[in-house]
């Protein structure tokens, strides 16, 4: 798999799929879940409304999956991450479950690029630097099937330099 790092916003850059850092409830929220919100659409919302009615929504460090509304995807795979108490309480496992779990999702799905932001490290809290450490661990551990290029998209200069020192 071929792992790129861009800076910017995840709605605007050229993949397949984008994954989505979310809440169980599916409800949509700020940061990057509301920014997709946006440039979706509704019917992002509409088919999260459907997934939490048959199963409740998504539990943290899982994944499930929409279409893309009116972005030029053919999903948005939304993931669950773990909010930061302290890391003891199964944050680490919980992250690289969000990794792994979502790129088992984009294999089912036949997807050949991936983009991911920086899952939990905005209101959810997630030491930057660790939550780099174990996106970058997860992604380049994962042996895929279909997917051929994953790339870590990074809003912010801390995250984008994190990631620069980690993966060059
Ligand atoms: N593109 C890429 N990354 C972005 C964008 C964007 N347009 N906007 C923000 N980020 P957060 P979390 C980065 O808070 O910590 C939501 O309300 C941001 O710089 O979006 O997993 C949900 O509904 C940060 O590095 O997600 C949940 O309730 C990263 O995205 C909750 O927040 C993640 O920040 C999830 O919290």
Request: with cysteine; glycine share 12%.
């Amino acid at each position: 798999m071929d792992i790129q790092l861009l800076r910017g916003d995840i709605t605007r850059v050229e993949v397949e799929a984008i994954v989505n850092a979310a809440n169980s409830g599916l409800f949509g929220g700020g940061g990057v879940d509301g920014a997709i919100h946006r440039a979706g659409g509704s019917a992002i919302m509409e088919e999260c409304k459907i997934i939490r009615s048959k199963q409740g929504g998504c539990p943290t460090g899982q994944a499930v999956f929409t279409s893309a509304g009116n972005m030029p995807y053919r999903y948005v795979i939304h993931t669950v991450g773990p909010v930061w108490r302290g890391g003891a309480d199964g944050e680490p496992e919980l992250l690289k479950a969000c990794y792994t779990n979502s790129l088992k999702l984009a294999d089912e799905l036949n997807i050949i690029s991936l983009a991911f932001p920086n899952i939990s490290t905005g209101v959810y809290g997630y030491p930057k630097q660790l939550a780099a450490e174990m996106a970058i661990d997860a992604v380049g551990s994962y042996r895929s099937k279909s997917i051929r290029q994953v790339v870590f998209v990074c809003f912010d200069e801390e995250n984008y330099s994190l990631y620069q020192q980690l993966i060059s």
